[in-house]
């Protein structure tokens, strides 16, 4: 069974450009969720879907940030314009039910 | 203070050793305990999960909660240099799907 695919693996952009990563999740898997990741620290959420709907982005700062899930599949995470805090390593994570399977991660330099 | 600690380390241990990993939480509703491993550069790795109370053996893995003392645990048996990873503790309430994550501790086996 294929695993969660993210791409691109790395991005590398200026301040104040914009940039967006996309995520596949396990098949037959409802719940979707965009983590941020920074160095030497544990996952935190940006958002998560069931489905197409969005049921949980208290956390997403959403002046810059803005992520779709059309047709309940793949999803997009975009962030405009960067800033240099925005460095980090975004993971994208699928389940259904209590256990959450991790892709390998966008890491996202802002120079 | 934040809902989950955990010790970053790194902890340096010999092949062969036990090797003991730990967390606290503050949150009395976490009624979920999982602990992921994650090597340099990958997504995080679901190894186990418990509900509730009491232990759980996999193999090397053993993991352990308390709740009483709001207390988890991760022993690793006979640990190997491929175990050298960081290991995430993670904790989810019971009807929602949204992990809070510790901060990771860094194993390091020495053949």
């Known amino acids: 069974e294929a695993g969660v695919v993210q791409s691109p693996r790395y991005k590398i952009i200026e301040k104040k450009q914009p940039v967006a990563f996309w995520c596949n999740p396990i098949s037959g898997h409802n719940t979707l969720y965009w983590y941020r990741q920074n160095l030497g620290q544990g996952p935190e959420l940006l958002i998560r879907y069931e489905n197409e709907e969005a049921v949980d982005d208290s956390q997403l700062p959403k002046d810059r940030f803005s992520a779709e899930r059309l047709k309940g599949v793949d999803s997009t995470l975009k962030i405009q314009p960067a800033e240099l805090g925005d460095s980090a390593v975004y993971l994208c994570a699928s389940g259904s039910g209590t256990e959450q399977f991790f892709g390998p991660g966008t890491r996202l330099t802002v120079l | 203070q934040k809902e989950v600690e955990q010790d970053p380390g790194p902890l340096s241990v010999p092949e062969g050793a036990i090797v003991s990993l730990n967390c606290t939480y503050s949150?009395?509703?976490?009624?979920?305990f999982m602990w992921y491993r994650q090597y340099s550069r990958k997504g995080p790795e679901l190894l186990m999960y418990t509900y509730s109370s009491g232990n759980k053996e996999d193999g090397r893995f053993t993991a352990q909660v308390d709740k009483s003392s709001k207390y988890i645990s991760l022993f690793i048996r006979d640990s190997q240099p491929s175990d050298s990873a960081t290991y995430l503790c993670?904790?989810?309430?019971?009807?929602?799907?949204?992990?809070?994550f510790g901060k990771g501790t860094m194993l390091l086996v020495s053949p």
């Open positions: 949150n009395s509703a976490f009624q979920y």
């Open positions: 993670a904790m989810m309430r019971s009807g929602y799907s949204t992990l809070t």
